[in-house]
């Protein structure tokens, strides 16, 4: 790949199963990367507080924080350091919001193993990857002024991690203690986003993140 053999990544993802397959994905094209790992945001924050990376590959919902409050958390502490989203979220939908926040990249979770090479390559060189679905997004958006037609475009990015923890089954305690806010904002979300998405259940949440997510 012609990347240093010191390459220092950090992975932070919620699931042990996803760190430690893409950790083994990494070490196929990097082998002498040195990798760390983290489960959540708060455990992200030390970790860059205590050492300097190269690359943070790290999952949007994750307990203890936002991806926005993430990716500003970076930009203060490790300004040089590049983050790369990976998520299971819809390309089109998500890729160019989390562009939008300051991430240089967004990689799907669904992505072939060369796609994920490519990914790492562009990231660790220039510190930017952009999939051929989001440059057709953005040169879309740049004719016409609009992106791909979503109800979740309205959402703030707390509503729309709140709208993705509620339709996981999390009860609103759960979801409070996660994110660190009291019970009665959570319910605020909620409320707010049913409204903005013209839903009355959680049911018909998990239908409409379904037909957007695919």
Do not use: C
């Amino acid at each position: 790949m012609g990347l240093k053999a010191s390459t220092r990544i950090v992975v932070a993802d919620d699931h042990g199963i996803v760190r430690m397959g893409l950790i083994q994905t990494i070490k196929r094209f990097i082998p002498d990367a040195i990798i760390s790992e983290v489960e959540d945001y708060k455990s992200l924050y030390k970790l860059i507080l205590k050492e300097e990376f190269d690359l943070a590959i790290m999952d949007v919902n994750m307990p203890n924080g936002s991806v926005q409050e993430a990716i500003d958390y970076i930009k203060i502490h490790q300004p040089e350091l590049k983050v790369l989203i990976f998520s299971s979220q819809d390309e089109e939908l998500y890729g160019m919001r989390y562009l939008k926040m300051g991430a240089g990249g967004y990689l799907s979770k669904l992505s072939s193993t060369e796609v994920i090479e490519t990914a790492l390559t562009a990231m660790l060189s220039k510190g930017r990857y952009v999939s051929d679905n989001i440059k057709e997004a953005i040169f879309l958006e740049s004719l016409n002024g609009v992106t791909k037609n979503s109800p979740f475009e309205a959402l703030s990015d707390r509503e729309l991690q709140i709208a993705n923890k509620i339709a996981e089954g999390l009860p609103l305690k759960e979801i409070s203690n996660q994110l660190n806010l009291h019970s009665s904002t959570i319910s605020t979300y909620k409320n707010r986003l049913f409204e903005k998405l013209k839903i009355r259940s959680v049911p018909e949440l998990v239908e409409i993140l379904r037909l957007y997510n695919q």
